[in-house]
């Protein structure tokens, strides 16, 4: 049985960085995506990772995906804070290599790990 866990959110405030980690089980092969959703927004993709990284505009040259696949785990540095970033964010894993911009390739998610950035 795949999972996800997600750790690694907080308060943090405007400027500051957090690193959120997702450990997983069973799912080394898969490509693994990172997404948020805010309060009465829709989730919106961040950042994916496969054979190469891709990233939203709005996160672009401030976060970063990488995994250590020996340690199973998927990390997002996130630098450079806006309050914009507050958000729930899931960890994601997909079977796919393609469309990894979209949630609906994902086959499997973590329980979420919120994340506010005081202004």
């Known amino acids: 049985q795949a999972q996800l866990d997600e750790s690694g959110g907080g308060l943090v405030q405007a400027g500051g960085s957090l690193r959120l980690s997702c450990a997983y089980s069973?799912?080394?092969?898969?490509?693994m995506g990172w997404f948020r959703q805010a309060p009465g927004k829709e989730r919106e993709f961040v950042a994916s990772i496969k054979w190469d990284t891709d990233y939203a505009d709005s996160v672009k040259g401030r976060f970063t995906i990488s995994r250590d696949n020996a340690k199973n785990t998927v990390y997002l540095q996130m630098n450079s804070l806006k309050p914009e970033d507050t958000a729930v964010y899931y960890c994601?894993?997909?079977?796919?290599?393609?469309?990894?911009?979209?949630?609906?390739?994902?086959?499997?998610w973590g329980q979420g790990t919120q994340v506010t950035v005081s202004s």
């Open positions: 994601a894993a997909s079977s796919s290599s393609f469309y990894l911009t979209q949630s609906s390739q994902y086959d499997y």
């Open positions: 069973g799912l080394s092969s898969y490509a």
